[in-house]
């Protein structure tokens, strides 16, 4: 082991889809067949030196200052193969364990903590054998020194690998009790590091701030001691850098400070959440090197740079070695403000992304003097925004001020409004999709060319409905029963609606990766929330007007707008909660109006945004129920409200869900084979639609596979209560995958309900 310096600043990670989204349409490129492996290890080889020069400049000069992630997909996956969690040497192993192919179903995908982020969930088989690969991350580090960086290699530690693993089908051991197996494997990537004369390797532990199902906070505890004596007892390897992001680790930061590893980061911004009580006295007295985690790497307001200061001056008159960094990897914000053209001029100041992030870490190690400049721009970011009109409007507090406060409840009760519901005609088993429908290359080269002013409103205008009802027409060849319109209009299901809601502001390359080769471009919450004008009745009667069976109106459910975008940090979000609940009734009224009789009010985000720990679990839950029920609290007993939830350990937050008193619900089931279902019991009373087949691969599953998953799914809910349909919405999805899956779909449930 050596004993280099840890650096004074650094970040947890940074954004590894590029500036301009490189590794996205490199991935897709070589997904596509348009380019072959050599050129995609290329592409992204550049990219990640691309980064570490970007990070130089930006201040991170000392060695080891630079986190090195190799992850094309997913950090967990990634880690999971350098270890020999999983099997798989080449690229297409990697692909294939996260995106399935012709013959083979991917693994299961869900959200990383409660973030949107996605993670590929590890299986674990008893007979597996835990098998060190470490070439990647290796060449990884010879790379950076090739090109004068010496880079910090990140894993994700042994005790969230497996807490966040899975049992492999027919396995008897849970995959923590393969944790010395695992360890091994650790060790013997650890020593090849060194042997690679590597000073410093990052492992991540934030399983340690979290409550979860599977392991107690004592658990974890020992399954620290257990490990990290293992690896830090190691004499080749080395010095280790433990990491605890997203929020406060409790008994595990005692067994760390016993461990003493050579460095430990904690998160000292935990959003609106408060620090655990004597968090800060027992960060103080770890005893060994600490790094600050002071900067939010979640949001992207600016820094109160003078406020972090005092802070790090206090924990530097108590701490001997000190250094600052983010309290969460920078890959949860965009890139840079600086790429940002058109945010309204009072605004842009407010905000600070990846690259801004990076100079506050260091503005705060430099102090105010050295770093004047920042100080003072930060100064007059925190004015501004206090003294801005945008924050309130008077004319909604008004209004939210007369809501009942607790709980609020849509009449008459949901027996009585199935009864009344039966004049919709649907038959048993109906068929339905979630909402979007492939977005073409003609349908974004149209948006482009309007949002650039190449292309008229009215021919922009025509190009979409010139595909809605091609959308309608083809759910009508196919059979289904309950249509969409596809949502070509929607860049984005949460965009599009900032887009239209007053108290949002948005970017036009803020984007943030979701999973894969997935972006999303999060709006930001600037103040409070309005909708000044109808946002989708004119779409939704149009494509009404196409079909005489029922085509649903789309709306995406406050929780999910919250979700999904950067949330204020001067309200708790309860209020905005409550303020988008009463702009969607309003439009959920105007869609009524206009002769909608079934509105779909995704919150696919509603498991997303449940507090890490259990104890912060019930005012979550009660506020937002609380606001979708706002949603759909006048809406008539004819009209048929449905729900999509996306990734959710159901059993978590089942009582919430049946809480939210919709007439259907649809879950994303198709990975986990309906286990979910098992959760369901008396207390759930909604329609429910599991989805049956998984729209995040490019795979066509069989009619019989989607007929034993419909057959599954009648084990667990009554034939009355069961629709079919897919997993998630179909955007990403190519037309001609989606229409072999759908026909399949149809076919299934008709297999099905013939055998009845």
Known sequence: MTNANFPKATVEGYPRIGANRELKRALESYWAGRIDAQTFESAAHSLRLDTYHRLRDLGLTEDYAIPADVAYYDQVLETALTVGAVAGETLDDEFTL??????????????????????????????????????????????????????????????????????????????????????????????????????????????????????????????????????????KRPQVYLTTPYGSARKGLDVIAELKPEAVQVDLAVGTLALDEGYLERVKNLNTHVVAGLVDGRNVWAANLRDLRSKYENLAGSIDELSVSTSVSLQHVPHSVAAESKLPADVAPWFSFANEKVKEVVALVQGPEAAEEAYSVSDRAVRTRAESERINNAAVQERISQLPEGEVKRAPAFNERKEAQKELGLSELPTTTIGSFPQTKEIRQARAAHRKGELSDADY????????????????????????????????????????????????????????????RPPIVVGDISRPAAMTIEWSKFAQSLSEKHVKGMLTGPVTILAWSFVRDDVHQSVSADQLGVALADEVRDLEEAGIDIIQIDEPALRELLPLREQDRKAYLDWAVRSFRLVALEAKPTTQIHTHLCYSEFGQIIDAVAGLDADVTSIEAARSRMELLEDIDDTFHSEIGPGIYDIHSPRVPSVEEMAELIRAALKNVPLDRLWVNPDCGLKTRGYEETETSLRNMVEARDVVRNAL
């Open 98 to 235: 996260a995106r399935g192919n012709k013959d083979t179903a991917p693994l299961e995908m869900t959200k990383w903590f409660d973030t949107n982020y996605h993670y590929i969930v590890p299986e674990i088989a008893d007979e597996h054998a835990f098998k060190a690969h470490p070439q990647r991350i290796i060449k990884l580090v010879e790379e950076a020194r090739e090109a004068g960086h010496t880079v910090r290699p990140y894993l994700v530690g042994p005790v969230t690998l497996l807490a966040l693993s899975k049992q492999a089908e027919g396995a008897a051991k849970a995959p923590l009790e393969r944790l010395d197996d695992a360890v091994a494997a650790y060790q013997e990537v650890l020593a090849e590091l060194h042997q690679a004369d590597v000073e410093w390797i990052q492992l991540a532990e934030p399983a340690l701030v979290a409550d979860l199902a599977n392991a107690s906070d004592e658990d974890l505890a020992a399954y620290t001691q257990q490990a990290y004596s293992a690896i830090l007892g190691a004499e």
């Open 461 to 520: 205008n025509s190009a979409l409905k010139d595909e809605v009802k091609s959308v309608i027409e083809l759910q009508e060849r196919l059979g289904l029963d309950v249509l969409v319109h596809g949502e070509p209009e929607r860049n984005d299901m949460v965009q599009y609606f900032a887009e239209l809601l007053d108290g949002f502001v948005t970017t036009e390359n803020g984007w943030v990766q979701s999973y894969g080769s997935r972006c999303t």
